[in-house]
């Protein structure tokens, strides 16, 4: 009966949720070559390095399925970073339009500075514009600008088309 460093190939459970693995080889800077596990599904390399393995033909580590997996993680974080930016949005949204604490904290932003827009102190204010994004729901006056509607799109870069003076 083979061990399972002698086959090179066995079923492990990894960090990587995969379980189907298989030693492979690189060659350092001194051309030897160094072992270690890679997952099939993936292709992460994981785990230490190991001793010579005995028998058995063994494969390079395969760097392309290292890069997809990475790819693929990080495609995978964006979506997840897209996910939560549009629940976020879609709980501010709502919170802007329906919450009479917001709507306290507005009127009195907009009546502390005339009317007046802030940013270019030409137009009418409008609008009440967040300086620090990490205190909604909670928000203090002093992180809030009154800004008109083309400033506040100027500040964004985009149109905020779902809405017109709630903010």
Not at 93 to 104: A, D, G, R
Request: glycine fraction near 4%.
């Amino acid at each position: 009966m083979q061990t399972l460093l002698e086959t090179g190939i066995f079923i492990v459970m990894t960090d990587c949720r995969h379980e189907k693995s298989e030693i492979r080889y690189l060659v350092n800077a001194s051309e030897q070559r160094m072992y270690r596990l890679q997952c099939l599904d993936c292709g992460e390399v994981y785990g230490k390095w190991l001793p010579k393995p005995r028998g058995g033909d063994f494969n390079p580590i395969d760097n392309e399925a290292a890069k997809n997996r990475q790819h693929n993680q990080y495609e995978n974080q964006l979506k997840q970073r897209k996910i939560k930016q549009r629940q976020r949005h879609h709980d501010y949204e709502e919170y802007i339009l329906s919450n009479p604490q917001w709507q306290t904290i507005r009127k009195r932003v907009l009546k502390r500075c005339g009317y007046i827009c802030e940013s270019c102190l030409i137009e009418q204010a409008t609008q009440v514009h967040h300086l620090a994004y990490d205190t909604f729901f909670d928000e203090c006056a002093w992180h809030l600008k009154p800004v008109c509607r083309n400033c506040h799109q100027k500040i964004h870069g985009r149109e905020f088309s779902w809405i017109k003076n709630a903010f």
